[in-house]
């Protein structure tokens, strides 16, 4: 069982930046894909970044509309996973989530196991 908790949400203009964090319960933070998802009011939750640890090496993914602006990251020793934002967009106003899973990187929602109760984002224009 996986616990995750997200912080670091909040309001900020156009052109700002946001750092997320999310904070994992459990011993074996290192084997899990963690993800981040957001979901804007009346739109479908969609995937962001997610990012794998594997001997050593990390690798991450994004969604295209992010890609440059945003940078997943984390630290296995602290069981956080955090996620840089920059030149935020008010399109980027959200709740984002923060998601685990084994194995594979994925950007589908459905297969992750865990998830966090989410952080208010908003970019005013």
């Known amino acids: 069982q996986v616990q995750l908790v997200e912080s670091g949400g909040g309001l900020v203009q156009a052109g700002g930046s946001l750092k997320l964090s999310c904070a994992a319960s459990?011993?074996?933070?290192?084997?899990?894909?963690m993800g981040w998802f957001r979901q804007a009011p009346g739109k479908e939750r969609r995937f962001v970044a997610a990012?794998?640890?594997?001997?050593?090496?990390?690798?991450?993914t994004y969604t295209d509309s992010v890609k440059g602006r945003f940078t997943i990251s984390r630290d296995n020793a602290r069981n956080t996973v955090d996620l840089q934002m920059n030149s935020l967009k008010p399109e980027d106003t959200a709740v984002y989530y923060c998601?685990?899973?084994?194995?594979?990187?994925?950007?589908?929602?459905?297969?992750?196991?865990?998830w966090g109760q989410g952080t208010q984002v908003t970019v005013s224009s």
């Open positions: 459990g011993r074996t933070f290192s084997s899990y894909v």
């Open positions: 998601a685990a899973k084994r194995s594979a990187v994925t950007g589908q929602g459905s297969q992750y196991d865990y």
């Open positions: 990012i794998r640890w594997s001997g050593g090496n990390t690798y991450a």
